[in-house]
């Protein structure tokens, strides 16, 4: 979870995992940033979906 759109991009850019001629596993994070998380600010809202709401206060604090 980032609050920085820019620190968000940078943290979900796919990581090759190995030698660079041959990676083994390529890491694709999940990245919760204001780019993808709605900012939601109302009550019936919030409590229609409790997590989202949870996740939309720590990402848009």
Known sequence: ???AKNTAARASA????GPPQW???TLRPL??????V???KDPVTAA????????SAIVHG
């Open 48 to 55: 229609a979906d409790i997590p989202l709401a949870a996740f």
């Open 1 to 3: 979870m980032c609050q």
């Open 14 to 17: 796919p990581l090759d995992v």
């Open 31 to 36: 990245v919760l940033g204001p780019h993808n």
């Open 38 to 40: 709605p900012a939601i």
């Open 23 to 25: 990676p083994a596993l």
